[in-house]
């Protein structure tokens, strides 16, 4: 049997593969220390210091997408799906540097000792947990693509029903925001931008999931 259900002699999709979830790795970390970040908000821990790995992370990522989009380049125009595979990579890009962007102004309304409520707070933690779980679900569905593209189905599926979730707990959020910081201008900016960043994260995640969706089908309808 070929590795992850790959036809036999097929390198460059091994190679594609390989290099997608090794994006998504990377991807990954990043989301760690982004919850490190988020659970540490009211703590007495440097919040600073876990933003300087969010960095690494991201220049990272972007070396090794240029690398990948380099290869896709070399393979050639007829290549089937490049278009999807450039998608990806460039959505794991993208969505380390909406964390970045949360994570930058996480550490700014802590360095700046500014207000943060009690029911923010848990909004910012439940939009956390929802992304987490959306990223479980891609990061599955990828793995999964060439030996089980109907379990990569059955993971995307998911990504969009907790969208739905995300949307609710982003109106909620951003009502409360406005209600409670509406004389603090500062503050408010601050967690909007955060509650944006983070919103449009789970944006991302449901995209490359329809991206994911495309290929699953694909190999499960043409094999």
Request: a negative charge; hydrophobic letters at 40%.
């Amino acid at each position: 049997m070929a590795m992850y259900g790959y036809s036999e002699g097929s390198i460059a999709e091994i190679n594609i593969h390989e290099n997608l979830v090794n994006l998504a790795n990377m991807a990954r970390d990043s989301l760690k220390v982004f919850n490190e970040i988020v659970d540490n908000l009211v703590s007495d821990i440097d919040v600073g210091r876990l933003y300087s790995r969010i960095l690494e992370l991201k220049s990272r990522i972007e070396d090794n997408k240029l690398l990948f989009m380099e290869y896709l380049v070399r393979l050639g125009e007829g290549l089937p799906y490049k278009q999807s595979y450039a998608t990806i990579a460039l959505g794991f890009e993208r969505f380390t540097q909406l964390l970045d962007g949360a994570s930058y102004r996480l550490t700014i309304l802590k360095s700046r000792r500014l207000e943060i409520s009690s029911e923010i707070y848990r909004y910012i933690a439940m939009f956390k947990d929802i992304v987490n779980e959306q990223f479980r679900n891609i990061f599955e569905g990828l793995r999964l693509l060439y030996s089980d593209p109907k379990k990569t189905l059955t993971r995307i599926s998911e990504v969009s029903k907790l969208e739905n979730r995300a949307d609710e707990v982003y109106r909620n959020a951003t009502f409360s925001l406005y209600t409670e910081y509406g004389t603090k201008v500062l503050t408010l900016m601050t967690l909007r931008d955060i509650l944006d960043f983070i919103e449009n994260a789970a944006d991302l995640l449901r995209s490359l999931g329809e991206e994911l969706r495309y290929l699953a089908l694909h190999r499960i309808v043409v094999g």
